[in-house]
C-alpha cells in the first residue's frame, strides 16, 4: 500500500511541475509577443495620449477632478468626437458628451472658421490620458486659424 501512495504523490510533482512550466512559457510568449514599449495596463507607445502639445509629443497629465478655468481656445471635430486646443497650442483635451458640447457642436460643426472659446470644465483621466467634462464655454469670437 505505501507503494501506492508513492506513485500519487510523485504524479503530483510532475504535474505540479508542467504547470508551473507552462506558466512560465506563457509568460515568457507573452512578453516576447508584447510591442517594445507598452505596459501592463494596456497602453499603446502608438495611441497619443489626450493631453499633447501641437508637435505630438506628451505632457504632464493632470490629475483627475482638476478644475480648468477661463481656458482660451477652440473646438475640433475629431472623427465623430471632439477635441478642444488651448489657444497656446500646448493643450488638447478630448472632449466627454454633454448637453453643454451638444450646445457647442452646433456652432462649431465641420465650418472651416475655428471660433475662440472661453472654456471651464474638469479634467477626467482613463487609460493614462485626461479627458475634459465641459461645464462652462462661452463663444468669444472667431479665431484667424487653428494652429
Avoid: C
Avoid at 40 to 55: E, L
Avoid at 111 to 130: M, Q
Amino acid at each position: 500500500m505505501p507503494r501506492k501512495a508513492t506513485l500519487n504523490s510523485q504524479w503530483s510533482v510532475r504535474a505540479l511541475a508542467v504547470t508551473l512550466f507552462g506558466a512560465l512559457l506563457a509568460t515568457i510568449g507573452m512578453a516576447a509577443v508584447a510591442p517594445k514599449g507598452s505596459s501592463s495596463r494596456g497602453d499603446s507607445p502608438t495611441r497619443p495620449t489626450a493631453t499633447s502639445h501641437a508637435d505630438g509629443q506628451p505632457t504632464t497629465r493632470l490629475r483627475e477632478g482638476t478644475v480648468l478655468e477661463n481656458q482660451l481656445g477652440h473646438f475640433e471635430v475629431t472623427g465623430d468626437r471632439f477635441t478642444f486646443y488651448s489657444d497656446d497650442g500646448a493643450q488638447r483635451y478630448v472632449m466627454l458628451e454633454n448637453q453643454g458640447l451638444e450646445r457647442v457642436s452646433r456652432l462649431v460643426g465641420d465650418g472651416p472658421t475655428a471660433l475662440l472659446w472661453n472654456v471651464d470644465g474638469e479634467i477626467t483621466e482613463f487609460r493614462g490620458a485626461n479627458f475634459l467634462m465641459l461645464r462652462r464655454a462661452v463663444l468669444k469670437s472667431a479665431a484667424s486659424s487653428p494652429p
